[in-house]
T-cell receptor, first 114, second 111 residues
Framework: DAGVIQSPRHEVTEMGQEVTLRCKPISGHNSLFWYRQTMMRGLELLIYFNNNVPIDDSGMPEDRFSAKMPNASFSTLKIQPSEPRDSAVYFC????????????FGQGTRLTVV | SQKIEQNSEALNIQEGKTATLTCNYTNYSPAYLQWYRQDPGRGPVFLLLIRENEKEKRKERLKVTFDTTLKQSLFHITASQPADSATYLCALNPGNTPLVFGKGTRLSVIA
């Protein structure tokens, strides 16, 4: 398996524009997580899915953020409209559901909003 | 409030020495704790998992301890090498919820 695949790797956009980040989890993994990483706050959980169902989105900063998982092999994180303070590295991770399981991370998407 | 703290933001050591990184947590009762390595421009990569009933876990030059009384985990790299330079993150499982991560310690091993 190629691991967790995220696209794009880098995104530069203007304030106010819509941004869509994409993630393909490892085949067979049934939990998917979106994290955001900044120097100030480290890795923060935004939302996670079990079996394609959103379980907890309390980490999503505002209504401008939304995430979907239409099937077991694809998820998107959308920011609309984007703001400069959204600039960060966004990671997707997947695991098998259950205790004592390690998380597998993608390479991340570095988002810069100017 | 719940917190995970990795005591040092950065740690510099000489090649060949043992690096010791600390992870402290408050107001959590994790069933296990994990350590990850993150290189610049990459996602975190899993290294080790230690359960609450385990005191110590080893993997090659890596050793992790877990003291649930002190609410602390120590991560050791023995005979450190420049290739060990990276950011190391601790993460814990606060129950039936996703991993919560510390901010990480950036380790530099100097030749």
């Amino acid at each position: 398996d190629a691991g967790v695949i995220q696209s794009p790797r880098h995104e530069v956009t203007e304030m106010g524009q819509e941004v869509t980040l994409r993630c393909k989890p490892i085949s067979g993994h049934n939990s998917l997580f979106w994290y955001r990483q900044t120097m100030m706050r480290g890795l923060e959980l935004l939302i996670y899915f079990n079996n394609n169902v959103p379980i907890d989105d309390s980490g999503m900063p505002e209504d401008r953020f939304s995430a979907k998982m239409p099937n077991a092999s694809f998820s998107t994180l959308k920011i609309q409209p984007s703001e400069p303070r959204d600039s960060a590295v966004y990671f997707c991770a997947s695991t098998l559901t259950g205790d004592y399981t390690e998380a597998f991370f993608g390479q991340g998407t570095r988002l810069t909003v100017v | 409030s719940q917190k995970i703290e990795q005591n040092s933001e950065a740690l510099n050591i000489q090649e060949g020495k043992t690096a010791t990184l600390t992870c402290n947590y408050t107001n959590y009762s994790p069933a296990y704790l994990q350590w990850y390595r993150q290189d610049p421009g990459r996602g975190p990569v899993f290294l080790l998992l230690i359960r609450e009933n385990e005191k110590e876990k080893r993997k090659e030059r890596l050793k992790v301890t877990f003291d649930t009384t002190l609410k602390q985990s120590l991560f050791h790299i023995t005979a450190s090498q420049p290739a060990d330079s990276a950011t190391y993150l601790c993460a814990l499982n606060p129950g039936n919820t996703p991993l919560v991560f510390g901010k990480g310690t950036r380790l530099s091993v100097i030749a």
